[in-house]
């Protein structure tokens, strides 16, 4: 566009709407969809020093915030609280994510 001469224009406050199929906002879905994130965000943190001490590849800060997320989880699951409880369940599938590429990068590298 800019080529056939358009000026290129920035209104921050502009929005997009679009539907999203139902499909999509499943839990399951959502865990996912979060389970991938947390899968690009290990890459990322595969490639810096700054996860700081590791097992398996997985930097100790990850399991630590995996296992409280778990136990929120379920503190909030007996308490009653299902919304919160779902969200840390949630929650959780990022760290997931982070766990499972982190080892798969220490398991493919350590086999070589």
């Keep these: 566009m800019l080529d056939a001469g358009c ?8 929005a997009v709407l ?21 899968r690009g965000y290990g890459v990322r943190l595969q490639r810096s020093d700054e996860a700081g001490r590791r097992l398996c590849g997985i930097p ?18 007996r308490s009653g609280d299902a919304d919160a409880a779902r969200w840390h369940w949630l929650r959780r599938h990022i760290y997931r994510g982070v766990m499972t590429q982190c080892a798969s ?3 493919r590298r350590s086999s070589q």
């Design 7 to 14: 000026k290129l224009i920035y209104q921050p406050s502009a």
């Design 18 to 38: 679009h539907k999203i199929d139902g499909t999509r906002l499943t839990p399951q879905a959502l865990a996912r969809r979060f389970f991938r994130h947390g």
């Design 60 to 77: 100790l800060w990850v399991i630590r915030l995996y296992g409280e997320l778990h136990w929120e989880a379920l503190r909030s699951w």
């Design 105 to 107: 990068d220490w398991w």
